[in-house]
C-alpha cells in the first residue's frame, strides 16, 4: 500500500511537468494546426539555456525561467515567422511536419557543437532535497516544479480567456477566416501563438534539466511522449492535455513501481490505444476544441 | 641437320628480340634497384596507423577522447624517437557513429590509403563491423573499446580488446569483494535494477547470480527500458523491498538517475554498487553532488589516482597537450594510449611492427599498459578483471582486490548527504 501511494504521488508530481510541455504543444496545434515536432527540442533548448545561466552565472534555475521565457517566446515568434509563415497551400500540414523536425534537428545539432553529446544535468544545492509527509517522500524540486506548472497553466489560461490577444486565439482557433473578416490578423496570432508555446518549453526545460539528466538527443524521447500526451487529451485540448499528462505521469509510475518498468509506457500506449478506439479526438478533443 | 637461314625478317625479329630482352632486363635491373631503394626507404618510412573515430554522431564525446589518447601517444612516441626509428603518423577519419560508415573508412585506410597497422574505433557496435574488415585484410586489431559479447563472438584472433576483461565481467570484482567476507557479514538481501542493454545488464546478471548461489535473496529485480528517464518509481519500488545490496546494471545517465532518486527517497542500502557511472571521476560528482558520492562502489581499468605504472607520466603529458584537470580525463583516453603501448611493446620485444608479428607476438605473454598488465584468449578476450573501486572522501580509490588496493572497504555505506 506504501508503494502503491508513494508511486501515485511521484506520478501526479511528474504529470504536471509534462502538463506544461504539453500544453504549449497543443496549443500551438489549436492555432496553426501545426504539429510541432520541435516542442521536445526547445525543451532540451531551455533545459540547456538554464544549465548555463546556472554554472557560469550562478542564477538559480527556478529564477532563470525569468530570463529564458522571454527569450524563447522571442526565439519562438522568430521561427515562426521566418520558417513557418511563409508556408502556403493545402500542403501546409505535411509541410510544416517536416519543417518543425528541421527545427528540432537544427537545435540539436548546434546544442551537440556547443555542449557535446554528453549528459549533463542542473544540479544546484537542494535538487536531492525532499520532505517527509506521514512516511512519504515528496522531493522539493518536483513539487515546485508541479507548483509551476500549475501557476505557468494559470497564466496561459488567464491570457487565453481575459486579454485581447487570448480572444483572438481563441476566435481563430474556432474560425480563422470569420477571425480574420473580424479583423483578426492571423499571422500576428500564429506568431505569438507560437512563442507563447516556445515559452512553456522553456519554462519547463528549466525543471526538466534539474529532474533528469539530458543531453542533445534527449528531445526524441520527450516528443513521442507528448505527442502521445496531446493525441490521448485530444488535439488542442489544454485542458485535456493536463489530464492526460497525470494519466501518463501516474500510470507509468504505479506500473513501473508495482508491476515492472518494462510495461511502464507500454501500459500507456494500451491507454491511449483504448481511449483512442473509443472516442478517436482524444479525451476532450470533441468538447473542448475551439475554446482551447 | 639443319640448314639454319637468316633471311631479313628473321634478323629483324632477332633485333627486335634483343630490343625486346635489353628492355627487359633494364626493366628488371631498375626494378632492382627500386626494390633495394624502396626497401632502404622502408626503414626510414613514417609507420603509418589508421584509425576511425566518431568525431561526430551520439559517440562523439567518447570518440574525441579515444582520439586524444591516440594522438598523445603518437607525439610522445615521436618525442622518444618513434617506433623503431620510424616516426608514427596517424590518420583519423570520422565515421559519425555508424557501423556502415565505420566499415567505408576502414576498408580505404588499408586499401587506398594502405596504412601500415590499423586500430579500433569506439564501442563494440562500431569494433564489429570494424574488425572483420581488417582481418579481411590480414591486419592486426588492438583496440580499446569494443568488449561487448558480440566481438570474442566473431572468434577473430586478429583482435586485441584493451582493458582487463570483456566488459560484462566489469562486476565481478565486486562480487569477488562480498563473497570474500565473512558469512555473517555479507549482505542477506539484494536488489537488481538492469538497464536493457547488452554491455549493462550482464554485469548485474553476473554479479546474480554468484549471489544467489552464495545464499544471498533476491528481494527485487526488474529491468528497464533505455528511454527511462526518472527512476524514482523503480527506487520506490527497491525501497519497499529494502534490500541490504543494490546492483546497477547501469551505464552513465541511469546511474545518476537512480542515485539522485535515491537520496530522494532517503534510501541508503549497505552496499551500492553500480556497473558504470559512478566510475566517471568528473561527470558523477557534478550529477549527484560531491557530498553524496561516499561509499559508492563501482568498478575500472583507468581512473586519475590510478597507481599503475606510467599512468602518472601520462597525466603530465595529457594535461600539457590538452590542458583541463586530470578529473576531466576520460578513461578511454588512457585506453586508446595504451593501445599505442601495446605496438612499442611488440616492436621492441621483435624489432619488427608488421601485422603478422603483432598478432603472433601479442597471443603470448603478458603486456603492461595503462590499464593494468594484459593478456588475452585467442579471440581477443582479456583474461584480467577489473578493479574494485569506491569513492572515499571525494576520491575514487582501489578498494580490492587487496593486492592493489590503496584503501580497505567502507561498509556499510555512510548515509546520503542529501
Known amino acids: 500500500m506504501h508503494a502503491l501511494i508513494q508511486a501515485i504521488i511521484l506520478g501526479i508530481l511528474t504529470g504536471g511537468v509534462y502538463a506544461l510541455m504539453a500544453s504549449g504543444q497543443t496549443l500551438i496545434f489549436g492555432i496553426m494546426k501545426v504539429v510541432n515536432l520541435a516542442q521536445g527540442a526547445l525543451v532540451v533548448l531551455g533545459a540547456y539555456l538554464t544549465y548555463t545561466l546556472f554554472t557560469t552565472l550562478g542564477i538559480d534555475p527556478f529564477v532563470s525561467i525569468l530570463i529564458t521565457t522571454p527569450l524563447l517566446f522571442l526565439v519562438g515568434i522568430g521561427l515562426q515567422w521566418a520558417l513557418l509563415r511563409p508556408l502556403h497551400g493545402e500542403d501546409v500540414a505535411q509541410l510544416s511536419l517536416l519543417v518543425t523536425f528541421a527545427i528540432a534537428l537544427a537545435i540539436e545539432g548546434a546544442l551537440s557543437f556547443a555542449y557535446g553529446a554528453t549528459l549533463t544535468n542542473v544540479q544546484p544545492t537542494y535538487a536531492n532535497y525532499s520532505w517527509t509527509v506521514f512516511g512519504y517522500q515528496i522531493s522539493l524540486v518536483r513539487f515546485v516544479a508541479f507548483l509551476l506548472s500549475i501557476v505557468m497553466l494559470g497564466v496561459l489560461y488567464f491570457i487565453l480567456q481575459r486579454t485581447k490577444f487570448g480572444r483572438s486565439v481563441r476566435a481563430t482557433v474556432q474560425n480563422p477566416m470569420s477571425a480574420q473578416l473580424l479583423g483578426v490578423n492571423a499571422n500576428r496570432v500564429s506568431a505569438l501563438g507560437f512563442g507563447l508555446g516556445a515559452a512553456t518549453a522553456a519554462a519547463a526545460g528549466s525543471v526538466f534539466g534539474m529532474l533528469n539528466s539530458f543531453n542533445p538527443g534527449s528531445h526524441y524521447d520527450l516528443i513521442s511522449r507528448l505527442l502521445t500526451i496531446v493525441v490521448l487529451g485530444g488535439l488542442g485540448s489544454i485542458g485535456g492535455s493536463v489530464v492526460a499528462a497525470l494519466i501518463m505521469g501516474v500510470a507509468s509510475s504505479l506500473v513501473s513501481a508495482l508491476a515492472s518498468p518494462i510495461w511502464s509506457d507500454f501500459t500507456f500506449f494500451i491507454v491511449l490505444l483504448l481511449v483512442l478506439l473509443l472516442r478517436p479526438r482524444g479525451l476532450f478533443g470533441a468538447k473542448t476544441r475551439g475554446a482551447l | 641437320m639443319q640448314l639454319r637461314i637468316h633471311t631479313p625478317e628473321v634478323r629483324r625479329s632477332r633485333r627486335l628480340l634483343t630490343v625486346v ?38 559517440f562523439s564525446d567518447s570518440g574525441k577522447a579515444a582520439q586524444r589518447g591516440y594522438a598523445l601517444w603518437v607525439s610522445e612516441t615521436n618525442k622518444a624517437g618513434g617506433v623503431l626509428g620510424r616516426k608514427v603518423e596517424l590518420k583519423v577519419v570520422d565515421d559519425a557513429s555508424s557501423p556502415d560508415q565505420v566499415v567505408t573508412n576502414y576498408t580505404n585506410l588499408i586499401t ?3 596504412v601500415n597497422i590499423v586500430m579500433g574505433p569506439f564501442s563494440s557496435l562500431l569494433t564489429v563491423p570494424a574488425s572483420r574488415v581488417a582481418s579481411r585484410y590480414h591486419y592486426s586489431f588492438i583496440e580499446p573499446a569494443g568488449g561487448g559479447p558480440a566481438v570474442f563472438a566473431q572468434k577473430l584472433t586478429n583482435l586485441f580488446f584493451v582493458q582487463p576483461a570483456p566488459t560484462t565481467s566489469g562486476g565481478d570484482v565486486f562480487a569477488d569483494y562480498i563473497l570474500s567476507l565473512p558469512k555473517s557479514k555479507r549482505p542477506k538481501t539484494a536488489a537488481y535494477a538492469k538497464l536493457d542493454d547488452p554491455f549493462a545488464a550482464p554485469i548485474a546478471a553476473n554479479i ?47 546511474a545518476f538517475a537512480q542515485m539522485k532518486a535515491m537520496i530522494q527517497q532517503k534510501f541508503n542500502p549497505k552496499w551500492l554498487f553500480e556497473a558504470n557511472g559512478a566510475n566517471s571521476p568528473g561527470d558523477f560528482p557534478a550529477a549527484v553532488g560531491t557530498s553524496n558520492t561516499n561509499g559508492v562502489f563501482s ?24 590542458g583541463g584537470t586530470v578529473q576531466q580525463i576520460d578513461p578511454t583516453s588512457a585506453e586508446a594510449y595504451s593501445a599505442g603501448m601495446l605496438l612499442q611493446e611488440v616492436a621492441k620485444k ?26 588475452w584468449d585467442q579471440y581477443g578476450a582479456p583474461k584480467g578483471a577489473y578493479l574494485l573501486i569506491q569513492w572515499i572522501d571525494n576520491t575514487l580509490t582501489t578498494v580490492y582486490p587487496a593486492s592493489k588496493a590503496q584503501a580497505k572497504p567502507i561498509a556499510p555505506k555512510p548515509n546520503w548527504a542529501g
Not at chain 2, 357 to 367: E, P, Q, R, Y
Request: glycine share 10%; with cysteine; hydrophobic share 40%.
Open chain 2, 21 to 58: 630482352g635489353a628492355v627487359l632486363a633494364t626493366s628488371l635491373a631498375l626494378a632492382g634497384c627500386t626494390a633495394t631503394t624502396t626497401s632502404k626507404s622502408a626503414t626510414k618510412a613514417p609507420l603509418t596507423i589508421g584509425v576511425s573515430l566518431s568525431l561526430t554522431g551520439d
Open chain 2, 112 to 114: 587506398q590509403s594502405k
Open chain 2, 208 to 254: 546474480q547470480k554468484r549471489f544467489e548461489a552464495a545464499g544471498i535473496k533476491t528481494v527485487y529485480d526488474q529491468t528497464y527500458p533505455a528511454e527511462t528517464a526518472d527512476m524514482t518509481p523503480i527506487v520506490a519500488g527497491i525501497a519497499a523491498a529494502n534490500p541490504d545490496v543494490v546492483v546497477g546494471g547501469t551505464q552513465e545517465g541511469d
Open chain 2, 299 to 322: 568498478s575500472a581499468d583507468w581512473y586519475a589516482d590510478s597507481q599503475v605504472a606510467g599512468s602518472k607520466a601520462f597525466i603530465a603529458a595529457y594535461l600539457a597537450k590538452y
Open chain 2, 350 to 375: 621483435t624489432g619488427k611492427v608488421d601485422n603478422a608479428t603483432i598478432i603472433k607476438t601479442l597471443h603470448s605473454g603478458t603486456w603492461p599498459t595503462l590499464v593494468g598488465n594484459l593478456s
